[in-house]
């Protein structure tokens, strides 16, 4: 945007001049000259495809200037060259804006990814979590089930207490058939 300053202000020099020159009639003059003035201020206020719009008006007008021998092929030869440049720095200036604004899309694109992976993560971890405690609920429940039915802690001890197992065996202690 420096660069643009000094080629307008030379591009409107070019133009005017001290007083109007046999070289550019004074109307065509003063329609570029105003032309002029107004890709200056729509570069200035970093209205770059405006500037490049007004700076295409500039040329249709300079072109008309010279086809209506208003102007010299000399003076239509700088000031042609002064646009060239003026537009070249308003493309580039243009084409960094379009890149800038890229990489801050990449850029904010790239942020939410990033937070759309953290909140991922967090709830990978809070399933986790939930899982863990699930399995430890089970795992309470059965120790709890199993410490109120105390006959499959033990398979070895028996319900019949006092009870034998005697079937078949005598009740006759020394007692003998003789």
């Known amino acids: 945007m420096r660069r643009l300053a ?4 030379a591009a409107a020099l070019i133009l005017a001049g001290c007083a109007p020159r046999p ?3 004074p109307a065509a ?5 105003t032309e ?4 200056s ?10 500037a490049l719009a007004q700076l295409d008006a500039v040329s249709v007008r300079l072109d008309a200037a010279h086809d209506a021998d208003l102007i010299s092929d000399a003076r239509y ?3 042609r060259a002064a646009l060239a440049e003026v537009r070249a720095d308003l493309e580039k200036a243009i084409a960094d804006q379009e890149r800038a604004a890229a990489e801050q899309e990449a850029a904010r694109l790239a942020d939410e990814a990033a937070e759309q992976a953290r909140i991922a993560e967090e709830e990978r971890i809070r399933l986790e979590n939930e899982a863990a405690a699930a399995q430890a609920e089970a795992q309470r429940i059965a120790e709890e089930a199993a410490a109120q039915d105390p006959g499959e802690e033990d398979p070895g001890k028996s319900d019949d207490k006092g009870k034998s197992d005697d079937k078949g065996k005598s009740d006759d202690k020394g007692k003998s058939d003789d």
Not at 6 to 9: C, M, R
Not at 29 to 33: D, G, K, P, V
Not at 41 to 50: C, I, K, Q, V
Request: charge should be negative; glycine fraction near 0%; hydrophobic fraction near 55%.
């Open 77 to 79: 030869e700088r000031i």
């Open 36 to 39: 002029v003035m107004a890709v």
């Open 29 to 33: 003059a003063e329609r570029l000259q």
């Open 6 to 9: 000094p080629l307008l202000l």
């Open 23 to 25: 070289e550019l009639a």
């Open 41 to 50: 201020t729509a570069a200035a206020e970093n209205r770059l495809p405006d």
